[in-house]
Structure formats: structure tokens, C-alpha cells
């Protein structure tokens, strides 16, 4: 599967950001799909997650229920509504694919074996 980030952009804080992140192959609804994100200087870290078939979904402890990931396996596009931004959040955001993975396993970057090229969102203060 190929994937294709887009939405990123300049917002200031307290505003809202929607990342969509659209796939082409097949078997869409048999992946995983991530967020990751990446701060100048920092490590990549894990945002949130959608489980294949019934979509579970998971997020990272710093969301604090401010980001929504969705899915739309028809158009074989992953959302992520992005809510309350603030500095902090900025980082290029990437999503990423990975075929019936366990749960255990869905914050981990080395178990996705697809990547988008990423979208940077820059929140100002």
C-alpha cells in the first residue's frame, strides 16, 4: 500500500487541524493506520491509531482526548482531527500502515511496514 499524508499547515494555538492521510491498494480495511510525529530535534513518537475491521482506535497519553482519528475504508482514507493545538504540537506528522496487527503492538513505528512522506503542522503561539 502507498500513503499519501496531506492537511499540514500553520495554525495558531487553540485552533484545529484535520490530517487526512489516503492510501491506494488493496485490502484497506485489513491495516492498521498510525499517526506519528516527529519535533525538530526530538524522537518519533506515537499520536494515535486505528485497528483494521472494527477500528479500534488508540492514543497517545499526550492527546488528553484533543485528537480524533477516524477512517473511511471506502475512500480508503485515515482522519485525524486535530483539536485545542498548541506549540508543542508542532512536528511533521506521518502516517503509517501495517497489515492485522495485534494490539499489543500498535504504538510501536517498527512493526509499520508503510510510510507516507509526512506533513509538517506548525502551531504558533
Known amino acids: 500500500v502507498q500513503l499519501q499524508a496531506s492537511g499540514g499547515g500553520l495554525v495558531q494555538a487553540g485552533g484545529s487541524r484535520r490530517l487526512s492521510c489516503s492510501a491506494s491498494?488493496?485490502?484497506?480495511?485489513?491495516?492498521?493506520v498510525a499517526w506519528f510525529r516527529q519535533a525538530p530535534g526530538k524522537a518519533r513518537e506515537f499520536v494515535s491509531a486505528i485497528k483494521y475491521g472494527i477500528g479500534t482506535t488508540y492514543y497517545g497519553d499526550f492527546v488528553k482526548g484533543r485528537f480524533t482519528i477516524s477512517r473511511d475504508n471506502d475512500k480508503k482514507i485515515v482522519y485525524l482531527q486535530m483539536n485545542s493545538l498548541q506549540p508543542e504540537d508542532t512536528a511533521v506528522y506521518y502516517c503509517?500502515?501495517?497489515?492485522?496487527?495485534?494490539?499489543?503492538?500498535?504504538?510501536?513505528?517498527?512493526?509499520?511496514?508503510?510510510w507516507g512522506q509526512g506533513t509538517l503542522v506548525t502551531v504558533s503561539s
Open positions: 503509517a500502515a501495517a497489515t492485522f496487527l495485534h494490539d499489543h503492538y500498535y504504538n510501536a513505528e517498527r512493526y509499520y511496514n508503510f
Open positions: 491498494g488493496r485490502a484497506f480495511i485489513s491495516y492498521t
